[in-house]
Every structure is written in C-alpha cells, then in structure tokens.
C-alpha cells in the first residue's frame, strides 16, 4: 500500500464520519447523540477491518505471500520446462548416465 493510498483511506474515513454525524443529525438524532453514533460505527469499521487483517495474517493470505507464490509457481514451471528441454534433447546415453548419476547420489545421502 502506498502513502498515497493511505492518505486516501484516511479522508475516506473522515469524509464517512461527517456524513453519517449529519446523516444521524438528519434522523432526528442530536447533536451529542449522533456523534456517538458516528464514532460507533466508525470504530466496528475499523475492528472488522483488524479483524480481517488479523485473519489474512495467520492464514497467510497477504498480498506479499500472495505474490510470493505466484512468483515461485511461475519461476518453477519456467525451469521445469527449461530442464525437461535440455533432457529431451539428450542422447539416451546421456539420459542413462544422468539417471545413474542421480541414482548413485541418492543412495550416497540415505
């Protein structure tokens, strides 16, 4: 989120509470009792709001991990390909004494 957006956000909120103070003022409510108003539901809007983060954050939905995995699915269909190219363009002696090689490493690390 940029500074920009954050500035937005903020006006949006402060614009939201004047409308609804003169809102509630034009439902009859008085002056007192529609800024208490106003602040309650500003204030249930900002706890489901940190509520939501809260969620995105332990279920590990935020945007950063979000764009994390799409890279990292991306990067690894790209290099498979890449990887399945150079073998298919490998002689099947060479496929052969890659699959030992990897066959020998494997029983080296168990």
Known sequence: MTRAQVFQIGLFVFVLGALGYEVFQLLGFESISAGIATQLILILIIFAWTVSYLFRVFSGNMTFMEQRKRYRDAYEKLTDKKIKEKFDAMTDKE???????????SIEET
């Open 95 to 105: 496929k052969n004494e890659l699959l030992k090689t990897i066959e020998e490493e």
